[in-house]
């Protein structure tokens, strides 16, 4: 009997100390505010300038709508999900920053809302494959995180709609349109890929050392990516579901072509 009265008052305590613990927060998050930072003191904490976030809160505000009195504004669950996405760390650190002041459970709400709005409304936008060929002379990249890491490169591949309009263009008549493959895809005609054990000093060892020179530019895109977005990091491991992985994945490949479009690229 007294020791489940203890272990009553022990509930009742705890309850009081998140209420209280809560108010201080909402308190912190009212009277703080992040925009108040100089430009470059922004830029270093959230990876975005004041303008982007702007764009982003005013794109997103449809789905990020404060709700009540005391909901987070679309600034706050903005921040809180681009900052969560810079650092990589789990969803704690975040609600322990000064400058956003919010509950574990709260970040995680801001992350899951701001990443579905980014797939919904802005992916289309700032994602696309080249259609044309002046398009595809400054070429953007391309993203699918449809499927988990377990699943093979050359099945995504095989079901991916780029490779539809590959066939398509090749179909109509294009023959000078290709993508570069490493050697876990299939030769074909619109797929480059490396030659093995090409003797040295031949025509094909030349090809393949240009192939190989020229695919690295995408691995090192891969790897400014996830410098910034450290959340894509392979020891950070995104702790959601597929469907919302996927989602935040995409919501990077996002933010990194609104970074380029702001020039904070050069920034760093």
Not at 137 to 145: D, G, Q, W, Y
Not at 166 to 182: C, V
Request: glycine share 4%; with cysteine; hydrophobic share 40%.
């Amino acid at each position: 009997m007294a020791g489940r009265l203890l272990f009553n008052l022990l509930d009742v305590a705890e309850e009081q100390d998140m209420r209280e613990n809560a108010v201080i927060m909402r308190e912190l998050r009212d009277n703080i505010n992040p925009f108040n930072l100089t430009n470059e003191q922004f830029i270093r904490v959230f990876r975005f300038s004041k303008e982007a976030v702007i764009y982003l809160c005013d794109s997103l505000q449809c789905i990020l709508q404060r709700r009540g009195r005391r909901g987070i504004s679309a600034e706050t669950q903005v921040l809180a999900a681009i900052r969560f996405s810079s650092i990589g760390s789990y969803q704690r650190g975040i609600d322990n920053d000064y400058l956003l002041s919010l509950s574990q459970p709260a970040v995680s709400r801001a992350i899951k809302a701001v990443a579905v709005g980014i797939t919904e409304l802005l992916a289309n936008e700032w994602i696309k494959f080249p259609q044309t060929e002046e398009k595809r002379a400054a070429l953007k990249e391309s993203i699918n995180a449809r499927f988990p890491g377990s699943v093979h490169d050359s099945f995504i591949w095989r079901h991916s709609a780029i490779r539809d309009e590959m066939i398509r263009l090749y179909n109509s008549g294009d023959r000078s349109t290709w993508l570069l493959g490493d050697a876990g895809y299939n030769l074909e005609p619109w797929l480059m890929t490396p030659i093995t054990d090409a003797p040295e000093g031949s025509a094909e060892a030349r090809y393949t050392q240009c192939h190989t020179s020229t695919r690295n530019c995408v691995e090192r895109m891969f790897g400014v990516l996830k410098n910034v977005w450290r959340c894509l990091l392979s020891h950070c491991v995104l702790h959601f579901e597929l469907v919302m992985a996927s989602n935040i994945i995409t919501a990077c490949a996002v933010l990194h072509n609104i970074r380029l479009r702001y020039n904070l690229m050069d920034r760093e």
